[in-house]
């Protein structure tokens, strides 16, 4: 028998923004009703530990709110997909990989890829240059791999799935579900172009919503436009609402927003 809180499904606001006559953007908002069962979250890349230090810092604030978020929707019946990429190796043992190791190959109407990236005719100039990398750290951090699994603040059910390839689509088939939820890091890189990541799901054909209040980019405001982090992050926010998919903020799941701290605006 579902419990009573899987029964009331998800009411979500969606923010997206709508093109006008004259080319200018306007605000949306559309109100939505999802089956918690016709729907899945996925986790993008928050990991234990990342090259830049400021990164790691936001990684590590937003985390806990993350995880109650994911566990309220767990509740309600919707699957779960940690997508901690490169990281299977130490996940190869648990249920929840062997969950997406498992999962059958689903012929896609549209071609499947490993990094969608840019493309300046379907969705104009991008609204930051994070060419750098996006590290404003001083000094600049040394790029390289230090992550090694998900921050362990986010805990992994032997229920849900752990993937960071086509599996994730794959598994969204098998199921039959229609709806994605994409939170994580980082908006303006791999939550936008990873192969599980917005770019190439709405190509797939699902509804996916973005929770705006747990992303976070690489933007170092020394590079065009010349804003600070937070407002970078805002500007990807409104790129991806105007060109790829909605927004919601996690108020609406478990009634409180996240907000990071440096974030004095």
């Not at 059958?104 to 969705?123: A, F, G, M, S």
């Not at 098998?174 to 994409?182: E, P």
């Not at 890091?185 to 797939?204: A, S, W, Y």
């Not at 509804?207 to 590079?223: A, C, G, I, Q, S």
């Amino acid at each position: 028998m579902q419990s009573e809180d899987m029964n009331k499904g998800l009411a979500l606001s969606l923010l997206w923004q709508k093109r006008l006559l004259d080319g200018t953007f306007d605000s949306v908002t559309e109100e939505v009703h999802w089956d918690p069962i016709q729907t899945a979250v996925i986790i993008c890349d928050m990991w234990d530990q990342h090259w830049c230090k400021a990164a790691s810092e936001r990684v590590g604030e937003m985390a806990s709110h993350l995880n109650e978020v994911v566990m309220k929707l767990r509740e309600k019946g919707t699957f779960i997909i940690h997508a901690p990429s490169d990281t299977l190796k130490y996940y190869e043992h648990h249920p929840a990989r062997l969950t997406a190791l498992n999962a059958p190959r689903i012929e896609t109407e549209e071609p499947l890829q490993n990094w969608v990236r840019h493309d300046i005719k379907r969705e104009g100039v991008f609204p930051i240059d994070d060419s750098d990398g996006g590290c404003g750290c001083e000094p600049r951090c040394l790029e390289g791999k230090l992550w090694s699994h998900q921050h362990k603040a986010i805990v992994i059910m032997n229920e849900d799935a752990i993937t960071d390839n086509f599996e994730a689509i794959y598994l969204l088939k098998q199921r039959c579900i229609k709806n994605v939820l994409i939170m994580g890091v980082h908006t303006n890189m791999c939550v936008l172009g990873r192969p599980f990541g917005i770019r190439q799901l709405v190509t797939q054909g699902f509804h996916v919503v973005l929770l705006r209040d747990l992303t976070d980019t690489m933007y170092n405001p020394k590079m065009w436009p010349y804003v600070d982090h937070f407002s970078g992050t805002d500007l990807v926010l409104q790129h991806i609402e105007r060109y790829w998919c909605p927004t919601i903020s996690s108020n609406q799941i478990i009634g409180e927003p996240f907000r990071f701290k440096g974030n004095l605006r």
